[in-house]
Structure formats: C-alpha cells, structure tokens
C-alpha cells in the first residue's frame, strides 16, 4: 500500500504557487544604528518556475529567502504568497538551509516526519514520510542515525523533511554549498528531478554562477549591500545543460559582468 501511494505522490504532484516581491526593502538595527540590505527589491515569480538568486557575500539574498518564507518582516514593502500578504510561516512554503540541521538522536524517518509530527498528524506508519524518503531515495534509510550519514545523505534528509509537507513553494538558501564537488553536482540532478516531478516553485539562493545557470529558468543578480536587482535573465537553455555550450558561456559571462568580474 504504501509503495501505491507514493506512485500516485510522484504522478499527481502538488502544483506551484506564485510569489509577488513587492518594492521590498529592510535593515538590521545594529548599537551603531540601522544597516541597510535590501533596497526597493520588486520581483514577481511565476507558478512552477525554477528561480535563482545570485549575488555577493551581504547583499540579502538570504533575507529575501526569510522574509518569503514568514520567518522575518520586511522594514519597508510586502510579499504576497499565491494570492495572499505573508504574515508568517506555512507549510506550503519549505526553508532549506546549507546545513541540515538534523537532531541526531532521532533516526532519519523520524527527523523527517517532524513537520507532521508538530502539527499533530503523524501517523506510526504514515505513508508520506515513506513518500518522502523514496523521492529523494533513502527508503533504506529510515532507521538509520545523522552519524551513519555521509554530508550528501544528510542532505537528501533535509529535502526529504521540507518535501514531507508537500510545499508548493521551495526555498533553498544554498543547499549544496557545503558538498564536495561530486556530490554537488549529483545532488544539482536530484533537485532538478524533485522539481520537475513535484511541480512546485522553487527560489534558489547561490553564490555559484554555474549552479545558478545549471539550475534556474530565470536569474535574479544582486547588487553589493544593500542588495539591488541590476540583473535579470531567462536561461534560455535546454536541459540537461553542458558548460561547454557557447550560450552557458555567454550567459556566464554577462552574469560575471554584472556581478563586477571581467574574465
């Protein structure tokens, strides 16, 4: 029964939502006064969509990530959500961050069905974290503890548990940025695979021009803080995507530009 449910998880994916950023600004209040980091930052991302935020060290591409996702409020703008101001966190928006952040003394079903488990509807046998798990393929895995994990591991356990909830959008503040670099580009394949069979929005925050072109449909750049959008790109490729292609060149090169490199 439960390897029938995850079929029909897999087939009948939930769908995305859209994401409206408007005229979105904030600052820290730091003793030596306001810092600003975000400057009149107006985005519109589409449903479904596959989205990439690049830009230096500071310029809040991370914030961005927080404020969508309900954790912190914007000094200055709104965020509409599918329609809707956000006013907090929900489930249908999921936050994965660069490190995973497991409890080690629970086995990986169980880290994974924390979402559930919070709100009350965990089951003993439920089937979504078994769903979950076979998405991002550790199904022999469930028993196993954080210690007995490689990095790669771990982190197919964070996508698992922000997957478990079914979110229609996903937000991924640099999941991969902590992976050798094998691993990262197997794990760069699994969530291209995640999302084209979850039909969910994804919003990717990276410091890897060659991951953000890899990745994203469309690619926002950021300005040095406070973070201003001074590039914004359709990634014209087809998938899969070779680096060698003279249009992923181009493309690298004008974000390269926009970022202050010259190769």
């Known amino acids: 029964m439960v390897a029938a449910s ?13 994401v409206a950023i408007q005229h979105l600004s904030h600052e820290f209040t730091l003793p030596s006064g306001p810092l600003p980091v975000l400057d009149d930052i107006d985005l519109t991302i589409e449903p479904g969509s596959f989205v990439a935020l690049l830009g230096p060290s ?3 591409k991370s914030t961005i990530l927080r404020i969508v996702a309900g954790l912190d409020a914007p000094t200055h703008g709104a965020v509409v959500v599918d329609g809707s101001p956000v006013t907090g966190p929900d489930p249908s928006r999921a936050l994965v961050f660069q490190d995973p ?7 990986v079903w169980r880290n994974v069905g924390l979402g559930p488990e919070a709100l009350g509807t965990l089951t003993r046998d439920d089937p979504r974290v078994a769903e979950a798990l076979e998405r991002v393929g550790l199904t022999g895995f469930a028993r196993a503890y ?6 790669g591991m771990a982190q197919r356990v964070a996508l698992a548990r922000a997957l478990v909830n079914e979110p229609a959008l996903f937000l991924l503040d640099e999941p991969l940025g902590k992976l050798d670099a094998l691993t990262r580009v197997v794990l760069q394949k699994e969530l291209l695979r995640l999302w084209e069979a ?3 929005t994804a919003l990717l925050v990276t410091h890897d021009v060659d991951e953000a072109l890899t990745l ?5 750049v950021l300005s040095e803080r406070p973070g201003r959008i001074v590039g914004d790109l359709q990634v014209d490729l087809a998938r899969p995507r070779r680096h060698d292609e003279p249009r992923f060149q181009e493309l690298r090169r004008t974000v390269l530009g926009l970022l202050g490199f010259d190769e």
């Open 101 to 107: 952040t497991l409890l080690p003394w629970r086995t």
């Open 6 to 18: 995850a079929a029909q998880a897999i087939v009948s994916p939930p769908s995305g939502i859209g």
């Open 58 to 60: 500071g310029s809040g």
């Open 216 to 220: 994203s449909d469309r690619l926002i």
């Open 146 to 151: 954080p210690h007995q994990l490689s990095g």
């Open 198 to 200: 979850g039909g969910f």
